[in-house]
């Protein structure tokens, strides 16, 4: 054996494998062999220091601990931005839903547009539509005061539906002329939906649109 093949086979004795050489021959080789015998105790004295010594392992707590609060302040970020985008939706449909119910209830109640054959009925029906439209754009204005504002049209809903089946089973009106009280049922969609969106407190719709184009 020479001496790289005798300080290969105690390399690997030192690390615990198999020197593929008999033991006997390595000792005997290392004691005839002055380089191989301080080669060796040169490895000895390197692979105890290497065991013996601590290994320092970096605290990255802080670090760590750092990523993690940045990863739920982006997440709770997002999500906000997330919802006060759905609740600006909301605040416009329900401005839009208002700005429709003024211009089908002022014209018949400043100039008696549509009332039939009963004017009186007409107009106060109109004044009906005007103050429930004036609510709708309260509760876009300040989304906060949908859920107040929320029983009566939930109400005007439920009665209008109930009314107008009842008079489809007597067959006093047409199904037709009562697709129109859907409006009432999906206004109500729309406040039971702003008032969910939860949020702090809004700005004036107008203000809150014109920052959103910015």
Known sequence: MTCDDVRAALSARLDGED??????????????CPGC???LARAERVTRLARLRPVEVPDLTTSILAAVAADRA???????????ARRQVLRVAVAVAAV???AVALPVLLAGFGVGADPHTGREMAS???????????????????????????????????????????STTALVHE?????????AGLLWALGRSGGERDRPLGAAVVAGRG
């Open 74 to 84: 982006a997440a709770r970020g997002v999500a906000a931005t997330t919802a006060r």
């Open 100 to 102: 429709a119910q003024l």
């Open 19 to 32: 020197p593929q050489a008999p033991a006997a021959a390595l000792d005997a080789h290392t004691g005839s």
């Open 37 to 39: 015998r301080s080669w």
């Open 179 to 187: 697709v129109g009280h859907l409006a009432a049922v999906a206004q």
């Open 128 to 170: 009906f539509d005007v103050a429930l439209a004036v609510g709708f754009a309260l509760a876009a204005w300040r989304p906060e005061r949908a859920r107040a504002f929320l029983p009566v049209a939930v109400v005007l809903a439920a009665c209008l539906a109930a009314t107008s089946a009842l008079d489809i089973a007597n």
